[in-house]
């Protein structure tokens, strides 16, 4: 627990890339050390950035109905982004802030908690741990790389805005749900 608040500390006082000259504040992200799972999205959003919480707004709330649709709650995960700090205007993430937020700090939280499961939440948060990833054929599955479990699905911003999308996360998060009780079994 010291050492992922430590870590925590370390990205808020982070300037190693550019997205921390307009951040208001940076994401570490939130949840128990001893969560079985991670739940990873892209980039922290206005009301993240003025909170330093991460998934506080529209996708957060989208996120908690999915979850609840699967009886869990976000408390049982630890929820975080693939960058700590909004890039202005919402814009993705680029690909050297990927690469230094990932190096810097993800890998580091992932060594800390080592979850069972890492639930990639859109294409930005696959792609940072697996590389080239295709939601539209992959979305509801698991993928081992280096003895680590992935489950892909896509960004709840996608399944907020689009019906299609928010039916095929729904039936994500069930297979999600079936994944994570065999994991505690
Ligand atoms: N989208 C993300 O990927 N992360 C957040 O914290 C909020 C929205």
């Known amino acids: 627990m010291a050492s992922l608040i430590r870590l925590h500390e370390g ?6 890339c550019p997205l921390a000259c307009s951040r208001h504040h940076a994401v570490p992200g939130a949840g128990p050390v001893s969560a079985r799972a991670m739940l990873v999205g892209e980039a922290p959003g206005r009301e993240e950035d003025e909170l330093g919480l991460p998934f506080v707004g529209r996708s957060g709330r989208f996120l908690e109905m999915v979850l609840a649709a699967i009886g869990r709650t976000r408390a049982e995960f630890f929820i975080t982004s693939s960058v700590k700090c909004r890039p202005p205007r919402n814009r993705q993430p680029r690909p050297g ?30 792609q940072t741990f697996l590389g080239t990833v295709d939601l539209r054929t992959q979305h509801g599955t698991v993928i081992i790389k280096d003895r680590q479990a992935y489950f892909i699905t896509y960004h709840p911003a996608a399944g907020m805005r689009f019906p299609k999308i928010r039916e095929a996360m729904i039936a994500d998060f069930s297979a999600l749900d079936r994944i994570l009780q065999k994991k505690q079994s």
Do not use: M, Y
Request: hydrophobic share 45%; proline share 3%; glycine share 2%.
């Open 11 to 16: 990205i808020c006082r982070c300037t190693a």
């Open 97 to 126: 802030e990927l690469e230094t937020c990932n190096s810097l700090w993800l890998s580091k939280q992932v060594a800390l908690i080592r979850p069972k499961l890492i639930v990639c939440l859109g294409r930005v948060s696959a």
